[in-house]
């Protein structure tokens, strides 16, 4: 059919065509191109007449009597009775199922979804949802990124030079409002990805070693105290001992004594294990850590913390008074009474483990 455009609705971008007799024709939303003698009036329609033609309204009032009615769909793989919950005027149909949750047909894929599977759209949608599910419409929306990959580019470079500052405070304000949202993905994605990690991090060692070497003494001079924590946690693993400590308890057992040697009250000290890593018992764990100076350490070494105490007190310039009350707080970390504590110090040294040649 020969037809001619004549008119164009300036709103709805609706067309009136005429053919060679001057017969006019109308665009059904539903059907297409029909004669104007099947449309209904309307006195604000265009050229006087309705939107649909009436074999299509007719049709629309027996679709609209299904709703309230049952019938089955397939969901997800699996058959469920839903109910004709509402009807668009392009006769698109929203169900719901026995609990109360809605369901949409996605124009695209055919597919009966979730309504959570359809983006929001408040302006035109049914139900104020898009038309399409989200993978059809992320599926497309992929393919123009890809054919469209250097303009977007450009674009986005042009935009981000535009908007530094306010990208700069969404982020912060984002970080801000997110801390544990952020903290547990990191966490979790360092635990599915710790091989991939690790190669990553090698490869930068050795690619970077002058500047590594660099990092790595500046750690160590701004973090004193997590330096040593890792490194007793290091030797307790080398030892194959126990290395449970936290952070947060090492906190704990330092706050005890004020950040101070825990016999002479220095304020330069090391962490100690009471019961020596050579012994083979004990570990990095909560129960067997204490501050101690770097030159008390250096004298006890492996040897029994009761045993070097009555040896150098005197020499070192602390109380077996004082000593025993440390011990006590130490008895108590494990559960036990001073007497007990000791003993199972004794025990310990009479029966040695060398774990490293036991394994």
Known sequence: MDLSIFKINKISNRKAYKDKEGSVYLECKHCGITPIQNFGNDKRGFMGKRSECTPCRRRTKVDRDRIGTKTNLTIKGKVMEVTYYKMSQARRYAYKDNKGE????????????????????????????????KICIDIKNN????????????????????????????????????????????????????????????????????????????????????????????????????????EEQLEGILNIYEHKCCLTGVTEYTLDHVIPLNIGHGGTTFENILPLS??????????????????????????????????????????????????????????????????
């Open 102 to 133: 809605i369901y949409l047909a996605c124009t695209s894929c055919k597919e009966v979804k979730h309504i959570d599977c359809f983006y929001k759209d408040s302006k035109r949608g049914f139900l104020d949802r898009q038309s399409k599910c």
């Open 294 to 359: 770097r030159i008390l350490n250096g004298s006890k070494q492996d040897k029994n913390i009761f045993e070097w105490a009555k040896s150098v007190y005197e020499l070192y310039g602390f109380t077996l008074e004082h000593f025993y009350e440390v011990m006590t707080e130490v008895a108590r970390r494990n559960n036990m009474t001073f007497s007990e504590y000791r003993d199972y110090i004794y025990w310990c040294f009479e029966n040695k483990i060398n774990l490293i040649e036991d394994n």
């Open 143 to 246: 393919e123009w990124d890809i054919s469209n990959e250097e303009y977007l580019k450009e674009k986005n470079k042009e935009w981000r030079e535009l908007n530094r500052e306010r990208i700069f405070e969404q982020r912060k304000e984002y970080r801000e409002n997110n801390k544990r949202k952020i903290f547990l993905s990191k966490k979790r994605y360092r635990e599915e990805n710790k091989e991939k990690i690790y190669l990553k991090k090698k490869v930068y060692r050795e690619e970077n070693k002058e500047k590594e070497k660099e990092r790595i003494k500046n750690w160590h001079k701004e973090n004193p105290l997590k330096q040593r924590y890792y490194s007793q946690r290091r030797l307790a693993r080398y030892k194959s001992l126990p290395d449970t400590l936290t």
